[in-house]
């Protein structure tokens, strides 16, 4: 067998009933770090791993996964993935989210090769991005917005239910000021209506439920306004040669391609309270 098939996963995944086996052993050990179990199985069941166990990757929606996982498929394997995937069930055209089912990653509750998910993090390298939470918020109402324009199935029930809770107009709210203030409405309702943080789409979850900096504690955090430096960290890390690095979001640019109306006091309020704990957790001012 070659160096690279090595890398592969050729066993089978976990069985379903294996997998709930392993997350409820873990929620005994850990679950009162969650606000309950479907929260704790949540987070457990989307974190990236390899056939080495090097590293675990907890993934935010639009905070860079596909560049995430670009990165630590060439460090893993040697080479670039340029495989294309379309679908109409998701509006990325990016093949890298496909890499757990051609079992070149797979999940972690999924690996039939460990015992807990505690004896698997002690010698892996925890990995997360984050964003900056306002340009972050826009981005992902815009890809709301992108979803509903080309009518895709992703985030129907999401539209449906903005409509239902808050009055969204999809003929008159999309991209607009009035749009994006009844969005984060619906997210901080979300939040503060005896729903767990868990049970909004992870594209506009805050970011800390997914990284989770007080019970994960990752390892390395990178910011996709400096992926450059982010990169540079994975490869010192695994003894990877220097590659060339990917283009990093120009905060400057980022905040000027913000609408005027952004930086409005009824806006920054709604920042503040939806995403408030990810602007301090993570560093970053409103």
Known sequence: ????????????????????????????????????????????????????????????????????????????????????????????????????????????????????????????????????????????????????????PQFVKERIRLTASVRFDWERDPYTKVGFAKFLDYVELSLTNGSSGYNLDGHWRPQWYDVRPDFFRPSIVGKMEDIEEFEERLRQAFGAQPKRCRASLNANTERSSLPEWFMEPDIRQRLVVVYGRDYEEFGYDL
């Open 1 to 152: 067998m070659s160096h690279q098939a090595e890398k592969l996963f050729f066993d089978k995944q976990r069985s379903w009933e294996a997998a709930e086996k392993l997350l409820n052993d873990s929620f005994k050990t850990v679950g009162s770090q969650f606000e309950s179990q479907e929260a704790h199985n949540t987070f457990f069941r989307y974190i990236f791993t390899p056939k080495s166990k090097s590293w675990a990757y907890v993934p935010c929606g639009k905070a860079g996964t596909n560049t995430v996982l670009a990165i630590l498929f060439e460090i893993e394997f040697g080479v670039s993935l340029k495989t294309t995937f379309v679908t109409p069930e998701n509006l990325s055209s990016e093949a890298m989210h496909q890499t757990i089912n051609a079992g070149v990653f797979r999940a972690l509750h999924l690996r039939s090769d460990i015992d807990s998910f505690a004896s698997y993090f002690e010698n892996a390298i925890k990995i997360a991005m984050v964003r900056n939470p306002t340009t972050r918020a826009w981005s992902s109402f815009r890809y709301l917005c992108k979803s509903n324009d080309v009518g895709s």
